[in-house]
């Protein structure tokens, strides 16, 4: 009985990398859109969303039926509540490259402002979270998961970097407003990206240590839009 | 045995709505501190986050304990995940209104822009959303919380004119882009909190009809920051 449910759960864990897989993906590629102005990649990337909705139903209807049908024990429920957690943030990283995507579909019909540094530079560190934050998930690396936590911080600057030389453009030319705004948005997305990943590994963290670290050093609020 | 349970369900609802009072004070002194300028009522804001980070801490413990001791019911068990959600999201309302406070304590240094219409108009209808949706969660009203998930529109299409506006006073007046930005992000908030009321809604429908509506509709991402 007990390694039926083993099986089940194995199939839960998969289930959720290969949905960490589309979401990092997502990720990327709304990046790459809006830095090689691909606008057929852009609508991909809006495309996949649905893929990820998807992926968070699927995820509930198969926790719910493992914690109705089984009578899981403290340790295994726990896994599925957890499961169901970072199912829900896989699927707000969808929402958030789907923004990214959307924006770099206005941004590409206009002249580039500048090259882009430090939004690249975001997506890269934010993914590599991302996989981290899943990695330890699946082989209970909760040190790992901790340092996941701090990496937030380098995102948050970088954000308000992002934010404050923008605003430096706009004064200087309000020609550039819209434009501005549309890549404060997505510096935001991927400042929030990272923050999904930081859930992930608080998680992780409750669900090998049994202890609740949400909310134990809550960064202040960024700046920017 | 089951009465002792229904106890402990009816116990978790108290729990959910004292919450979701909490978050909705929050949210609507959140909006008065803005309109009336008052630092001293922001801050209570900011303080009174903790109070929500601390119920959705003990809203998981509450529901994980009910799940792991008692072995329920399908349709309680749904309960209990649906109350876990629900509390997530009315957390997220805490850390809304918390940054709408943050943004008022910036814009009570400067000179008001303009008089507030749209912004105390959307927190009405924020709190409004909100309150029904765990009225219908309370009393299973699932036709009134499918009325919540269309009003989010009208909170949506504010929150794009308040945008619109904005960018008229940036362009016009670079020596308001700081204040334009802040009111940018408290709209934005406003917009998602009424998207939290959504979600509980969806929820609710979820939990009485047993039909998943999330993502059936999904609004096109607004515009503002």
Redesign the interface.
């Known amino acids: 009985m007990q390694r039926h449910f083993d099986q089940d759960l194995a199939g839960l864990k998969e289930k959720l990398l290969t949905m960490a897989s589309h979401a990092e993906t997502s990720l990327i590629q709304a990046v790459k859109a809006l830095v090689d102005r691909d606008d057929v990649l852009a609508r991909q990337v809006k495309e996949r ?2 893929v990820l ?1 998807r992926f ?2 699927e995820m ?2 198969l ?2 039926n493992l ?2 049908l089984k ?1 899981p024990l ?1 340790s295994d ?2 896994l599925i ?1 957890v499961a ?2 970072i199912s ?1 943030n896989l699927e707000r990283v969808g ?1 958030e490259a ?2 990214i995507a ?1 924006r770099a579909l206005e941004l590409n019909h206009e002249a580039q402002l500048k090259p882009f540094v430090d939004i690249p530079r975001m997506a890269t560190l934010a993914a590599e979270m991302l996989r981290d934050s899943l990695d330890a998930f699946v082989n209970g690396k909760t040190d790992q998961a901790r340092g996941i936590i701090q990496r937030d911080k380098e995102i948050d600057n970088l954000n308000k970097q992002v934010h404050r030389e923008l ?1 430096g453009y ?2 200087e030319d ?1 020609q550039t ?2 434009r501005c ?1 549309n890549l ?2 997505i510096s ?1 997305c991927l400042e929030r990206i990272a923050d999904h990943a930081t859930n992930v590994a608080e998680e992780v963290v409750y669900l090998f240590e049994g202890r ?1 670290i ?2 134990a050093a ?1 960064a202040t ?1 960024t700046p920017a ?1």
Chains 1, 2 share one sequence.
Do not use: F, G
Request: hydrophobic fraction near 40%; aromatic fraction near 0%.
């Open positions: 969303d649905e909705d968070e139903i509930d209807e926790s719910i914690l109705a009578a403290a429920l726990r509540t169901m957690k829900q929402d789907t923004t959307r605003i706009m004064l309000p407003i819209t705004l404060m948005v935001k609740d949400r909310h809550k609020e839009a």
